[in-house]
C-alpha cells in the first residue's frame, strides 16, 4: 500500500535551517507529482511546495526565495530545505501524493523555531 513516511523535523533556532525527507513506498514514485505542506495547531493545513514527475518546482510566497524541494527517484524520497527558518515556520510538516483521485499524507513531521 501507498506510504509517505516523514523524517528531519526537530528544534532549530531562528536562522537556521533544516532539511526534511519523506520516504515513499507502495507505488511508482517517478511518475507522480509530490507536494509539501504544513499545519499550526488553530490554522488549516497550507501548501508549502510541489516537484512534478519531470522536477518543475512551484513553492508558496511565504517559502520562496528560502526553500528547495528536491526528488531522487531511486531512492523514491522527496525532500524540503527551508533556510532563514523564523517562529512563524513553526508546524507539523506533511508530504502528500495524488494517485487518481485519492490523496495519501505521511504522518508528518514537527519543525520548531524557537530560541
Known amino acids: 500500500q501507498v506510504q509517505l513516511v516523514e523524517s528531519g523535523g526537530g528544534l532549530v533556532q531562528p536562522g537556521g535551517s533544516l532539511r526534511l525527507s519523506c520516504a515513499a513506498s507502495?507505488?511508482?514514485?517517478?511518475?507522480?507529482?509530490m507536494h509539501w505542506y504544513r499545519q499550526n495547531p488553530g490554522n488549516q493545513r497550507e501548501w508549502v511546495a510541489s516537484?512534478?514527475?519531470?522536477?518543475?518546482?512551484n513553492y508558496a510566497n511565504a517559502v520562496k526565495g528560502r526553500c528547495i524541494i528536491s526528488r531522487d527517484n531511486a531512492k523514491s524520497t522527496v525532500d524540503l530545505q527551508i533556510t532563514s527558518l523564523n517562529p512563524e515556520d513553526t508546524a507539523v510538516y506533511y508530504c502528500?501524493?495524488?494517485?487518481?483521485?485519492?490523496?495519501?499524507w505521511g504522518q508528518g513531521t514537527q519543525v520548531t523555531v524557537s530560541s
Open positions: 516537484i512534478t514527475r519531470g522536477h518543475s518546482t
Open positions: 507502495g507505488f511508482i514514485f517517478s511518475t507522480y507529482a
Open positions: 502528500k501524493t495524488i494517485i487518481g483521485s485519492t490523496e495519501y
